[in-house]
């Protein structure tokens, strides 16, 4: 029974902020959790991602505004993002790789969460 729960999006002023939350359950031995994020007719792309020891990658056109964090203990990654822009209006992705008991490893998605930024 995987979940990954995702929480924190909504409606939000250009130049304001939104704090995104995944928690992830039944998947063991995660070593890469992320962002992405796709807008109406385009490609879903990579926001940010963290290892289970800290590396981060962020997207040129979030890296300042953006700092992804995560608590192994709980499973949990986070997204703040600060400075919002009309254009990072889309919907938010959490992803996941481990494992659910089987002898592979695989990747997990949440349902996403809409983030939109008003002008």
């Known amino acids: 029974q995987v979940q990954l729960v995702e929480s924190g999006g909504g409606l939000v002023q250009a130049g304001g902020s939104l704090r995104l939350s995944c928690a992830a359950s039944?998947?063991?031995?995660?070593?890469?959790m992320g962002w992405y994020r796709q807008a109406p007719g385009k490609q879903r792309d990579l926001v940010a991602a963290?290892?289970?020891?800290?590396?981060?990658n962020y997207a040129d056109a979030v890296k300042g505004r953006c700092t992804i964090s995560r608590d192994n203990a709980k499973n949990t990654v986070y997204l703040q993002m600060n400075s919002l822009k009309p254009e990072d209006t889309a919907v938010y992705y959490c992803n996941a790789d481990g494992y659910t008991g089987g002898q592979h490893r695989n990747d997990y998605w949440g349902q996403g969460t809409q983030v939109t930024v008003s002008s």
């Open positions: 963290i290892t289970r020891f800290g590396a981060t």
């Open positions: 039944g998947i063991v031995n995660i070593n890469v």
